[in-house]
């Protein structure tokens, strides 16, 4: 099945810090989900962004579909950002249709 | 707008005890639905989805079942819970869809202890 990986899997920051948090995939997607994951464990959407570029606020997500990589940017952290970030992709066809295959997560503390 | 819900938001159970967790989706028709755990350590894995009533696709043997006994309800159960049955249980939903792909929405997730 497809693989996804994200990196780094801890990143410690302080306030007011940027960070860049990165998502590899191994096969050809249909749907590519950025998730916050706060601290009631609750998946919060952040962006769906098979390719291109979206921002939302300090947030902005790029997704190189043709290379198998997404970036999530967060800038000026504050410590409301602190959580864990998956990356979520939807294989193109097949029996993998349908279903999202997640990474393994990015764990982000920011500190005040 | 769309809603997911579910519930309990937490769960404690002794062994051998059984188990139904229920989602329901409102605002949409005929979604496509699922269930996910998330075990100690991170990673989400797809146990259940459903593209339709009474519809059941499971992704890895287990001791856990799905059920669909309405368009927008997605039900999980357990006839008598293990110990590794415990975790954090998500439901989501997509929109149906042919080609064109929409975003997953999750639940607010059942937080499962089995003692």
């Known amino acids: 099945g497809i693989q996804v990986e994200q990196s780094p899997p801890d990143l410690i920051l302080q306030e007011g810090a940027n960070s860049t948090l990165r998502c590899n995939f191994s096969?050809?997607?249909?749907?590519l989900q950025w998730f916050h994951q706060n601290p009631w464990g609750q998946l919060i959407n952040l962006f769906y962004i098979p390719s291109g570029t979206k921002q939302n606020g300090r947030l902005s997500a790029t997704t190189v579909a043709t290379e198998r990589y997404s970036l999530l940017y967060i800038s000026s952290s504050q410590t409301t950002d602190s959580g864990v970030y998956f990356c979520?992709?939807?294989?193109?066809?097949?029996?993998?249709?349908?279903?999202?295959?997640f990474g393994k997560g990015t764990l982000l503390t920011v500190n005040p | 707008s769309q809603t997911i819900h579910q519930w309990p938001a937490t769960l404690v159970q002794p062994v051998g005890s059984p188990l139904s967790l229920e989602c329901t989706v409102e605002g949409t028709s005929n979604p496509n639905l699922y269930w996910y755990r998330q075990a100690a350590g991170r990673g989400l894995q797809l146990l259940f989805y459903?593209?339709?009533?009474?519809?059941i696709s499971s992704e890895v043997p287990q001791n856990l079942s799905a059920s669909r006994p309405q368009d927008r309800q997605f039900i999980l159960s357990s006839k008598k819970l293990l110990l590794s049955d415990s975790g954090f249980y998500l439901c989501?939903?997509?929109?149906?869809?042919?080609?064109?792909?929409?975003?997953?929405?999750f639940g607010q997730g059942t937080r499962l202890t089995v003692v």
């Open positions: 979520a992709v939807e294989l193109v066809g097949g029996g993998s249709n349908y279903k999202l295959t």
């Open positions: 989501a939903w997509q929109r149906d869809r042919g080609p064109t792909n929409t975003e997953a929405f």
């Open positions: 459903s593209v339709g009533i009474g519809q």
């Open positions: 096969d050809s997607v249909n749907n």
